[in-house]
């Protein structure tokens, strides 16, 4: 199953996208990015499974939890921005 | 040993508290410095505090949370945010020094509300006529001296009305009352981790509702290549390594209070003090400070002595086995407003952990104490 990655600003806004989807029942890990996906070093990120990103996103755009963009990780370790 | 210091800092504390923090010791090391699980446990403590605290205070933006070493720090991070050198800040006439001084540091005017203690109508009243044109406004919820609890949800009110910000001080209520941070809406709430929050000493948290400005500057753990610190929060006021076992405490403690409740906590120590100020009015020659309604007084209670002094008193108690402190608890504009300056007084403050049993030994202790020190002993 392919992995989505939804950015946050910082670890502590992850942190509360995770909670809020956790509350939704929707699971969501919450890690440092990779480091090609931070133009400003250091970033946080999201990590979900395909058949939850649409549900995980809904979630965030209800609560007015801001995200930043969102990525599908390939088997060959790239990473292809797409959109909502 | 009878402690009644908690308004300086809760000495007896929940278990969990020590025990969070040895585990916090030997198993997490600093949120956002590393994917490894030492740094995901503690990201996931800080996290936790943060949530526990927001919905403690009815707060609904957890990342706003910002931790600090105490509620000092917090004063002066909110206070250096609002505050330019001439400005003019209302201040309650019950401020304690981590107010005072700071603005003073700051350059700012000091435009201080009279009323006599335990009025909070003239405080109000005080308050309206001040603000009009007020660069800030800056109010104690619960005088560290007297346990006068002030009116802030209508001088809250008030500011909003003339639209100028507003800073809690919550350094005596946060824990020991009931405290609605969205009913409120101040633009800055303070508070020490330490004493009704019963988290440990080094410890403090800032609730922050409008732009801040930081006072350190340093690794946050994100947008490291950026010089400047990052706009957003809790980022922005948390430079450099986090506090982590201290912050595992404080959610102990939170989490406890969180259990109890503040308004069963405010409910209890308010009995008990007030329980206690009746026994101590019938000591010949002691002074006590107590409120005639009872919501105006929280459970910090002052006596003094007719010739006794008050830092001789608070030693002849600390012999007798009593923890209080004694003198002018850092608050000379608290003094100045009740007219104890001159004198200063015995504070005897409560937490959670003081049972009535041991509350009923001290007036009699007092009796003995005001012998040893009228005695000089």
């Known amino acids: 199953m392919q992995r989505y990655l939804i950015m946050c600003r910082s670890l502590t806004y992850a942190q509360r996208a995770a909670s809020a989807l956790e509350r939704a029942g929707v699971t969501a890990a919450v890690s440092r990015a990779p480091q090609q996906l931070t133009a400003n070093g250091c970033g946080y990120c999201l990590r979900v499974n395909e058949n939850r990103f649409h549900a995980a996103l809904g979630v965030l755009e209800r609560g007015g939890i801001p995200h930043g963009r969102l990525y599908r990780a390939e088997a060959d370790g790239r990473y292809v921005e797409v959109a909502r | ?120 109508d003239a405080a109000l009243e005080g308050f309206r006529e001040r603000l009009r044109g007020a660069e800030c406004c800056v109010c104690t919820h619960v005088s560290n001296v007297f346990g ?122 308010r009995a008990l003090m007030r329980a206690l100020a009746l026994e101590l009015k019938k000591l010949p020659g002691l002074e006590v400070f107590l409120s005639d309604g009872e919501e105006a007084q929280a459970g910090v209670l002052s006596v003094r002595h007719e010739r006794a002094g008050s830092e001789e008193l608070g030693e002849a108690l600390g012999r007798l086995g009593v923890c209080v402190r004694a003198g002018l608890h850092c608050a000379p504009l608290a003094h100045e407003s009740a007219g104890t300056i001159e004198t200063g007084t015995v504070r005897l403050s409560l937490s959670p952990f003081n049972s009535p049993a041991e509350l009923r030994r001290v007036p009699g202790l007092m009796r003995r104490a005001i012998s040893g020190a009228l005695a000089g002993a």
């Not at chain 2, 003073?104 to 509300?113: C, I, K, R, S, T």
């Not at chain 2, 909003?160 to 209520?173: H, K, M, N």
């Open chain 2, 148 to 269: 006068f609890v002030l009116p802030v949800y209508e001088i809250a009110a008030l500011c909003r009305e003339y639209g100028v910000p507003f800073v809690l001080d919550a350094s005596q209520s946060a824990g020991a009352l009931p405290l609605d941070a969205a009913g409120l809406g101040a633009d800055f709430i303070a508070m020490p981790g330490h004493k009704g929050l019963l988290g440990p000493q080094g410890t403090g948290v800032l609730l922050c509702s409008a732009p801040v400005r930081p006072l350190l500057f340093g690794g946050t753990g994100s947008e490291s290549r950026s010089r400047a610190m990052p706009a957003f929060l809790p980022d922005r006021l948390e430079a450099g390594t986090h506090n982590i076992p201290g912050i595992a405490g404080l959610l102990a403690g939170v989490n406890y209070v969180n259990r109890l409740g503040p308004a069963n906590i405010a409910r209890r120590e």
């Open chain 2, 1 to 120: 040993m009878i402690y009644l210091d908690s308004a300086a800092t809760t000495l007896q504390k929940p278990r969990a508290v020590a025990e969070a923090m040895s585990t916090a010791t030997g198993t997490m090391a600093s949120p956002g410095r590393g994917g490894h699980r030492p740094a995901r446990l503690a990201a996931e403590t800080a996290w936790a505090c943060r949530e526990a605290i927001a919905r403690l205070f009815n707060f609904d933006r957890p990342e706003n949370v910002a931790f600090t070493m105490n509620a000092t720090h917090a004063l002066n991070i909110a206070l250096g945010s609002l505050v330019t050198p001439g400005g003019r800040v209302v201040v309650s006439g019950w401020e304690h020094n981590a107010v005072v001084r700071a603005l003073h540091a700051l350059g700012a005017e000091l435009d201080v509300v009279p009323g006599a203690l335990f009025d909070s």
